[in-house]
């Protein structure tokens, strides 16, 4: 089972990864991953832009390719967008695989594909004032260790 | 009167237009990509069609990137959405 989708509210991500330990009972274990707005920094909100032709289709795509790629059982793909706030889930990646290597790498290849190459632009308040992200060196090489 | 065509910003270049899309009249024929620039540059807002011309920009039409973005042709009804470099993690 692939369960894709943007969100555009505060989500808990724990009802989605049940269901996909319910919903696949030939897994032998479960990776996620939980991005989280940090707290204790300048930080104090962040807000995701994206373009609904391109966004869920490319999430989709990618899944569609981890699936394939690491043999899962299923994958949760869950990424918030509009502003969130200090605390607040970001993004959520949970696999289900027969074996524990090919979960935990399927979650590293989702996470590197969407912070790197996912429709999303991204923008953080800090001192009252709207600051853009822009791309990183990091992110090519990030994405590089998955072979292009 | 024939429909628009509806250029979508996207990051950034939403902030440089001062709007999160324009609506632009082809009463003159479809709209290229040389086309698109002055217009942006020169009827929406200043520095836009420069900001547009960097090459990391890419663009969509009707939800799909365009290998070569000069080959834009941009009829009535079109969305045209430019997208610039997505934000790192």
């Known amino acids: 089972m692939l369960d894709v989708r943007l969100l555009t509210e505060p989500f808990d991500p724990n009802p989605a990864i049940d269901a996909l330990s319910a919903q696949t009972p030939d897994a032998g274990g479960i990776a996620s991953f939980v991005g989280k707005v940090r707290s204790g920094g300048e930080v104090e909100a962040l807000e995701l832009s994206h373009y609904q032709p391109l966004t869920l289709p490319n999430m989709r795509d990618l899944a569609e390719r981890a699936s394939e790629r690491f043999d899962l059982s299923g994958l949760v793909m869950l990424h918030r967008v509009g502003r969130m706030h200090t605390g607040e889930p970001i993004v959520c990646v949970s696999a289900a695989a027969r074996h524990r290597r090919s979960a935990i790498e399927a979650v590293d290849f989702c996470m590197d594909h969407l912070k790197s190459a996912a429709w999303f632009w991204k923008r953080e308040l800090r001192d009252g004032e709207w600051h853009w992200i822009e791309p990183r060196t990091e992110d090519h090489t990030d994405l590089s260790r998955w072979g292009g | ?89």
Do not use: T
Request: aromatic content about 2%; glycine content about 10%.
């Open chain 2, 1 to 89: 009167m024939s429909e628009p065509v509806r250029v979508v910003y996207l990051g950034k270049l939403a902030d440089i237009a001062c709007r999160d899309q324009s609506r632009l009249d082809v009463h003159s024929g479809p709209i290229g990509w040389s086309d698109l620039i002055h217009i942006l540059e020169n009827q929406v807002s200043q520095g836009l069609g420069q900001a547009v011309s960097d090459n990391r920009v890419k663009v969509a039409l009707n939800g799909k990137i365009l290998e070569d973005r000069a080959s834009l042709e941009a009829s009535e009804g079109d969305e045209v959405a430019l997208l610039p470099p997505v934000s790192g993690g």
